[in-house]
């Protein structure tokens, strides 16, 4: 079992920067994929960064070069760094956790099992 709890969520100004952490506590050592979500009001949860067991990356376009995904293996944590922040970034963000090391489709929400409650993030 894994339960995962984020921080770090606020309002900001445009441009600004945060980080989200993602705490996983868990007596498991597996690696497990891992990636942040974000969910605005009205629409689907989007996935937007994705981290396997081995430290590859992947983002979606809209954030790509402005979000960074990292993990610290050792303190069980994921992060989010974001900057130029932008007001469509608005959103409830969720870190999740995948049942496997490596998944086919890191960015689709049906391929997670363990989530967080989510940290709300607004930009204005």
């Known amino acids: 079992h894994v339960q995962l709890v984020e921080s770090g969520g606020g309002s900001v100004a445009a441009g600004e920067s945060l980080t989200l952490s993602c705490a996983a506590y868990t007596s498991s050592s597996a690696r497990h994929h891992m990636a942040w979500f974000r969910q605005a009001p009205g629409e689907e949860r989007e996935g937007i960064a994705a981290i396997d067991s081995t430290g590859y990356t992947q983002y979606v376009d809209s954030v790509k070069d402005r979000f960074t995904i990292s993990r610290d293996n050792a303190k069980k944590t994921l992060y989010l760094k974001m900057t130029s922040l932008k007001p469509e970034d608005t959103a409830m963000y969720y870190c999740?956790?995948?049942?496997?090391?490596?998944?086919?489709?890191?960015?689709?929400?049906?391929?997670?099992?363990?989530w967080g409650q989510g940290t709300q993030v607004t930009v204005s």
């Open positions: 999740a956790a995948a049942n496997h090391p490596y998944i086919l489709t890191p960015m689709d929400p049906s391929a997670y099992y363990y």
